[in-house]
């Protein structure tokens, strides 16, 4: 049965769209969701209205990091119960409040959206414009990896930010993220990167260099680093209690790296 269209959030109408960023990594478990959802809020921070889209159609799990209980997800607008906007579910007050921002929660563990059709992704992306005018930044948290559903996605943005660490692994795939991207696209533009779990600024500088090398030598482009996000304990702790960063420990040393992070995107 269709589920009933919720009122929308999104009254603020700016007068510039969203610069839409996808986030992505050639891995799991390199903090991309977490960084989503913590960059989404250090927008908010900074006054800045952002939308996170949890696009990992296979594994979406923002909303449970964020402790929030959404009233419609991805598969409601995919299916067409409800428009994206009235999908949105606001976090810690939503735009309006500091640190707030809006999440469309993605749709997992049922594998209903796991052959998600190239008709079905656009649809999704005709609604993230729609609601583009009423933010500064959306941001689309895709899956890891390279499915056809994720580039779909990924070539959907206006930047690509992608998020990797030291394990060789992740360079490597993150590499051929790149690749892809600009081998489909030669027109793309280099991507954004940020350097996540680093042990030190000096050594996530260091992973960038070795990562910006190879794009440079072999994909004949050199992407731009947006920051560097040391190891922080309190990480962990905050995704283990369901609760925002901002909220748990909002001195902690990572919030402040993705804030300095933010900072950078919003001169893009």
Known sequence: MPMKALP???????????????????KGGVGKTWFSATLASAFGRLGRR????????????????????????????????????????????????????????????????????????LAVCQGVRQAAPHYDFVLLDLAAGLDAATLRFARTADRLVLIITEEPTSLTDAYAFAKVMRLQHAETKPPLVLVNMAESKQRGRAVFEQFAGACDKYLGMRPELVGVVCRDARVSDAIRAQTPLIVRHPQSPAFDDVRRAAESLSGL
Request: glycine share 14%; hydrophobic share 45%.
């Open 8 to 26: 929308s959030p999104t009254t603020h109408r700016r007068a510039k769209p969203a610069l839409v960023l996808a986030i992505a990594s050639g």
């Open 50 to 121: 952002a939308l996170l889209v949890d696009c990992d159609v296979g594994l979406a799990n923002a909303d449970v990091q964020l402790g929030v209980r959404p009233e419609a997800d991805l598969q409601a607008v995919v299916r067409g119960w409800v428009g994206l906007e009235a999908a949105i579910t606001p976090v810690l007050g939503g735009p309006a409040r500091p640190g707030g921002f809006d999440l469309v929660a993605g749709h997992s563990g049922t594998g209903a959206l796991a052959q998600i059709t190239a008709d079905e992704v």
